[in-house]
């Protein structure tokens, strides 16, 4: 999938089914992941019921795949996703600084803005 297709189907996501993608995702540094549903409930901090709910949501939506013992994270166009790659080569000075990195970062993983409430963006 082009990264396009990526955020438009991020965003039909639930805020609580996305943010566990994003988290499971970034977690794991490779595409497929050889644990179970137990293991990634509990590292997700999820009941099982919920994880299964999200599960079915992401295999839905073509985000993810369950193969024998463990799952398969689909990434852009057969490229591993560059959030796991994101190198920090600026130097901080403030958390501001870490904030606008984050933000900037994020859209260019996402293709969508970060916001934050009550703080200015960077751009």
Same mark, same amino acid.
């Given at each position: 999938?082009?990264?396009?297709?990526?955020?438009?189907?991020?965003?039909?996501?639930?805020?609580?089914?996305?943010?566990?993608?994003?988290?499971?995702?970034?977690?794991?540094?490779?595409? +497929? %992941?050889?644990?179970?549903?137990?293991?990634?409930? =509990?590292?997700?901090?999820? /009941?099982?019921?919920?994880? #299964?709910?999200?599960?079915?949501?992401?295999?839905?939506?073509n985000?993810?795949? +369950? %193969?024998?013992?463990?799952?398969?994270?689909?990434? =852009?166009?057969?490229?591993? /996703?560059?959030?796991?790659? #994101?190198?920090?080569?600026?130097?901080?000075?403030?958390?501001?600084?870490?904030?606008?990195?984050?933000?900037?970062?994020?859209?260019?993983?996402?293709?969508?803005?970060?916001?934050?409430?009550n703080? #200015?963006?960077?751009?």
């Amino acid at each position: 999938m082009n990264k396009s297709e990526r955020t438009s189907l991020l965003r039909r996501l639930k805020p609580a089914t996305w943010y566990a993608f994003c988290q499971m995702e970034a977690m794991h540094h490779d595409e +497929e %992941i050889k644990i179970s549903r137990a293991e990634l409930a =509990l590292k997700l901090d999820l /009941s099982l019921p919920t994880l #299964a709910t999200h599960i079915k949501t992401w295999v839905s939506h073509n985000l993810v795949q +369950e %193969i024998d013992g463990g799952f398969h994270i689909a990434q =852009l166009d057969g490229q591993p /996703s560059n959030i796991k790659e #994101a190198p920090i080569v600026r130097e901080f000075r403030n958390a501001k600084d870490i904030i606008d990195y984050w933000c900037i970062e994020y859209e260019k993983v996402y293709g969508t803005p970060y916001r934050i409430s009550n703080y #200015a963006q960077p751009y």
